[in-house]
């Protein structure tokens, strides 16, 4: 027997039934949500790894490219805006540098720690592979949304964020 994978409103639908004496709305909202954001980054990887990355390398990347020129900055920022360990970031900088993508440079106001810095390189092969991903979404979600409603899910997604209700430390 072959088997196949419930898509999301089976799954919920199968909760509610074995726990009908549970409001399962609020799960249902975080199961679609989290389903969602895995859905968008398993179909944006095909071209992420085009380029030899993990997710977390480009986002490292990118998180180094929007923050505009001189496109820095240290490890301790580069941890608070990605959500990564200080353990994770030093594997994922060692491979990024190691590619050419970003040098490590003394800090002159910390000497303990160096500052991150985007290479030509880096900045060129980030901005090609954010094209594709960012024309992949554009792609999909123009597919299932109009405008109007586009606008609405950004809303209220803005609304849940700026909420920060979820994370302990008040950073989102």
């Keep these: 027997m072959?088997?196949?994978k419930l898509n999301?409103?089976?799954?919920?639908?199968?909760t509610q039934e074995n726990w009908p004496q549970h409001n399962l709305d609020a799960g249902a909202t975080a199961v679609?949500?989290?389903?969602?954001?895995?859905?968008?980054?398993?179909?944006?990887?095909?071209?992420?790894?085009q380029f030899n990355l993990t997710p977390a390398e480009f986002d490292t990347l990118a998180t180094l490219r929007k923050m505009g020129t001189p496109y820095?900055?240290?490890?301790?920022?580069?941890?608070?805006a990605n959500l990564l360990s200080s353990g994770g970031l030093t594997k994922i900088l060692i491979h990024l540098e190691k590619l050419g993508l970003i040098s490590r440079q003394p800090n002159a106001s910390d000497k303990r720690s160096r500052i991150i810095a985007l290479t030509e390189t880096g900045n060129r092969l980030i901005e090609e592979s954010m094209a594709m991903v960012l024309s992949e979404h554009e792609q999909k979600l123009s597919a299932i949304y109009s405008e109007g409603e586009r606008a609405e899910l950004n809303r209220l997604l803005r609304k849940f964020h700026l909420a920060d209700i979820y994370c302990s430390t008040g950073n989102s």
Excluded: H, W
């Design 32 to 49: 679609r949500l989290i389903r969602a954001g895995d859905m968008m980054l398993s179909n944006c990887r095909k071209f992420i790894e």
């Design 2 to 4: 072959t088997e196949q």
């Design 8 to 14: 999301v409103e089976d799954l919920i639908s199968s």
């Design 72 to 80: 820095t900055l240290t490890p301790s920022e580069l941890c608070r």
